[in-house]
């Protein structure tokens, strides 16, 4: 099963690499990760969107509880909870096609950021199955080009992840 | 509190440090990026520094010092060469838990990331076999990087810390103020168990018909062997102790049946398979233990394991009741409870099933024209009196030295379990001969393994370090030629030992004395030669072995503890 977990790091060098070492050395998956500083700056947040039964789930909560660095680990995906991720995608925008793209950005509330003659970036924002989905929409032969950040999840209402 | 307010440089700094936690020896081989600590170790007479011939055994001695005696050892080394050739000592101690701060030079900072002479990423490299490391970068954070390290590696579920220090943070300068004690948000390891699950635990080993105690290094690592007799004689069911928890609980008692595992006794492995509770403590399942899991799940038991390790319960096997805690807290507490209860377990029934595998006597083996290897450890044992610190390599005798020197006290039988690194034995005797200046250190292996770390002789003819070497010698890397017969239609591919060195000579060129034995009926003499009249001598006895002698019982790879195969059966 899909998991998404949360991770509280110290802010240290080489930090990051301890939690990604991890899960190549004991055959975890990352499906993605994304990581940035929080409002103290001496903390890192992490998330992880992982995949695996519900032993191998433990067990990676417990190791990444055993690194040193690691302050806090949720696993978000256990209760309610809000997932995001950011896509930038350009795509070709030319004659007939210019049009078409422009509604299916507008379809799925992403934003053109940039504009040329013959492209768009657009920006999107959503769970990582709506980033798929707007993929889906668009024919494949107009995508110049994806980016994206992973997912971003926080806990609903009242479950705060914090030291 | 202990303040200076000269300045001193980072590498005063880190000696005195050392001192600071007590450390009495150091052992390691200097180079380039270590100069100034090794001009700092020059100056002073606290800390005392051995000089291995090769930094894979400077972590063993170290490693061996550390297991023998509830210390944290302590190994220094400099940078790329001298860090990568570590790697294998600190993977060893990760692998059995053991406490070690490993120092490490390093390129100048200024140098890291341009390919510099003798640089290697050495936080990236043992990043996987630590239990923790650190690059410094600053004069200022070595003192508190310091007590750290020893605080990590020694708390919790013990480990080697790395401290990486490059050469210009050594030369630098600031105030010196060593911390009292460390506080971090990130690091609280448990201490008391759940108390609930304690309880709950008890109720469990009170309605058990057919019992089991299981425990690992664990309660080596945590001292708490004298609470596990206590515990084991209040409830009178049979133990087990793996091959990392020998002498956890008295080898000579009738409650212990012997080693479990791969290479255990039968009884122990049918009264790990058959039980109906089983407490395990301070181990972790491990497939050298249980086998096949899937085997070992398919017979319900109720299972309940203590460890200080969240992530060792629940990895292998479903455990009923998980209690997360410092083994001897947790055990105190389980003896007070049970000292409340009244109720008394009749389990007479299951000791007349164990007696019955008992009874099959699987350890027993045929004398020969030639030597037999168990028949070595048992005279070593007899002539010790079962209280040597015994170190081993890997291999064969390694299983023979576990199987038939009864460990009655915990912290006498040195071995790398996990990691199983060949070459160990030697400097692992070092560690221990000087952390036990007042006890036998002998040291079992093969002429396989004696060679993986062979150089050290020198080192121990120049600390005087009286270890007796037993070189069970089969012309054959034993273990390996055991699996080929078994597994691989008898094709010894590269197991056969060519070119030997003549051992004695060998020995007596390092100046030690040397001594070989070919005859059954010559084997108590030359041990009494090593250990009585040449008490305080290096003796290097190589013991000509029955060579194709195979350790058995055996459970093959990938099989269940119940499929074992007996020496008999062949």
């Known amino acids: ?90 795509v070709r925008a030319s004659g007939k096609d210019r049009e078409e793209v422009k509604r ?20 999107l924002t959503g769970s990582g199955s709506k980033l798929d ?3 889906q929409a668009i024919d494949a032969d ?22 | 509190m202990m303040t200076t307010m000269t300045m001193m440089t980072g590498a005063e700094i880190v000696i005195r440090c050392l001192q600071e936690e007590k450390v009495e020896y150091v052992f390691g ?76 030079g390093q390129v100048p900072s200024y140098y890291i990331g341009q390919d510099a002479f003798q640089e290697c990423d050495t936080v990236g490299i043992t990043r996987p076999c630590v239990k923790h490391n650190f690059l410094v970068k600053d004069v200022r954070d070595i003192a508190m990087t310091m007590k750290k390290a020893f605080y990590i590696a020694s708390s919790g579920r013990p480990g080697p810390v790395v401290v990486d220090i490059p050469k210009d943070i050594t030369a630098a300068k600031c105030k010196f103020d060593y911390p009292q004690s460390v506080q971090m948000r990130s690091y609280n390891p448990v201490v008391k168990g759940h108390l609930g699950q304690i309880k709950k635990a008890v ?17 080596i690592l945590s001292n708490a062997a004298e609470q596990l007799a206590t515990l084991t004689r209040r409830l009178g069911f049979p133990i087990t102790n793996t091959l990392m928890g020998l002498g ?125 290897p168990q028949f070595v450890i048992e005279k070593l044992w007899e002539l010790t009196e079962g209280n040597a610190i015994v170190t081993s390599d890997v291999g064969q005798h390694q299983m023979w030295a576990a199987q038939y020197y009864k460990f009655d006290q915990p912290r006498r039988w040195l071995n790398s379990g996990g990691l199983g690194t060949m070459g160990v034995g030697l400097p692992y ?78 020995a007596e060129a390092y100046g030690h004395v040397g001594i070989r034995v070919e005859r059954p009926e010559d084997v108590e003499g030359a041990l009494k030669r090593a250990f009585v009249d040449h008490k305080d001598d290096l003796v290097f006895l190589d013991i000509l072995t029955d060579r194709e002698a195979n350790v058995f019982p055996m459970v093959a790879a990938g099989k269940g503890l119940s499929e074992m195969i007996l020496a008999e059966d062949l």
């Open chain 1, 133 to 135: 989905a707007f993929i």
């Open chain 2, 429 to 506: 005797a070092m560690g221990a001969a000087l952390a036990n200046p007042d006890k036998q250190i002998a040291c079992v292996t093969g002429e396989g393994s004696i060679q993986m770390c062979i150089q050290e002789l020198s080192t121990a003819k120049q600390f005087r370090l009286p270890i007796k070497i037993i070189n069970l010698n089969n012309r054959y890397l034993g273990m390996v030629r055991q699996w080929q017969e078994m597994f691989h239609g008898s094709r010894y591919a590269e197991s056969y030992m060519d070119s030997l060195p003549d051992f004695v000579k060998l």
């Open chain 2, 29 to 104: 081989y200097p180079g380039g990026a270590v100069l100034h600590l090794y001009d700092e170790l020059f100056k002073q007479d606290k800390v005392k520094h051995v000089l291995v011939r090769h930094e894979q055994a400077a972590v063993h001695a170290a490693d061996g010092l550390a297991r023998s005696s509830h210390k944290v050892g302590v190994a220094l080394v400099t940078s790329g060469p001298g860090a990568t050739n570590a790697v294998t000592g600190i993977a060893t101690a990760y692998m059995d838990s053991i406490p070690l701060v490993i120092i490490t």
């Open chain 2, 248 to 372: 956890a609980y008295p080898a000579t008692d009738a409650q212990f049946l012997g080693m479990p595992g791969m290479h255990g006794t039968l009884e122990a492995n049918m009264a790990m398979q058959n039980c109906d509770v089983l407490l395990a403590i301070g181990a972790r399942f491990d497939d050298r233990v249980i086998g096949n899991p899937e085997n070992f799940a398919s017979l319900p038991r109720k299972i309940i394991h203590v460890d200080i390790d969240p992530s060792s319960i629940s990895k292998r096997v479903r455990v009923d009741v998980p209690i997360v805690g410092n083994v001897p807290d947790v055990l105190d507490e389980m003896i007070k409870l049970l000292e409340a209860e009244h109720a008394k377990t009749d389990i007479a029934d299951w000791w007349k099933e164990i007696d019955g595998w008992r009874s099959k006597q699987c350890m027993k083996y045929t004398m020969k024209d030639v030597i037999m």
């Open chain 1, 142 to 163: 107009l995508i110049l080009e994806t980016v994206r950040t992973g997912v971003s999840g926080i806990g609903r209402g009242d479950r705060i992840l914090k030291v």
């Open chain 2, 203 to 219: 109720q469990l080993l009170l309605g058990a018909k057919r019992p089991m105690i299981y425990t690992g290094g664990g309660v």
């Open chain 1, 1 to 90: 099963m899909r998991h998404i977990i949360s991770i509280l790091l110290e802010n240290e060098a080489g930090a990051l690499s301890r939690v990604a070492g991890l899960f190549s050395a004991r055959g975890y998956n990352i499906e993605t990760l994304t990581v940035a500083p929080t409002e103290d700056s001496s903390l890192s947040r992490l998330t992880i969107v992982t995949s695996g039964s519900d032993e191998v789930i433990e067990q990676i909560t417990k190791q990444l509880n055993k690194l040193i660095d690691v302050v806090k680990v949720v696993d978000l995906s256990e209760a309610a909870h809000i997932e995001r991720e950011l896509m930038l995608i350009k």
């Open chain 1, 104 to 123: 299916m950005a507008d379809i799925f509330r992403g934003r053109i950021i940039d504009v040329t003659e013959s492209n768009y970036v657009i920006e």
